[in-house]
Nanobody
């Protein structure tokens, strides 16, 4: 079974930075894997933050463009999310997700999810 784990969350003041890490393990077929970061605040809908495709191309939510950067690690199914110029509205539980797919975009359903890592940004 595929396992996903995130790390790097914490508490920072507005304007600060955090870097999140994620690794998915257990894939029997690792040829085509999409990875993504999502976030959710209690009582609100889950939001897609950033996605990285098997070809390395990335996409971002409009609210984080220019501030967040998703990148792939050296190992298979590993990704990072560098978050700069953090705002209080970025406060959320951040989830890493993964799926076998030739290509993924907005609307792609991610199958495997990590337990989440909390990011809190104070004013």
């Amino acid at each position: 079974q595929v396992q996903v784990a995130e790390s790097g969350g914490g508490s920072v003041q507005a304007g600060g930075s955090l870097s999140l890490s994620c690794a998915a393990s257990g894939y029997t077929n690792s040829r085509y894997i999409c990875m993504g970061w999502f976030r959710q605040t209690p009582g609100k809908e889950r939001e897609e933050v950033a996605i990285i495709n098997v070809n390395g191309k990335t996409s971002y939510a409009e609210s984080v463009k220019g501030r967040f950067t998703i990148s792939q690690g050296n190992a298979t199914a590993t990704v990072y999310l560098q978050m700069n110029s953090l705002k209080p509205e970025d406060t959320a539980m951040y989830y890493c997700a993964s799926v076998n797919a030739i290509y993924c975009a907005t609307g792609t359903i991610f199958r495997y999810w990590g337990p989440g890592t909390q990011v809190t940004v104070s004013p």
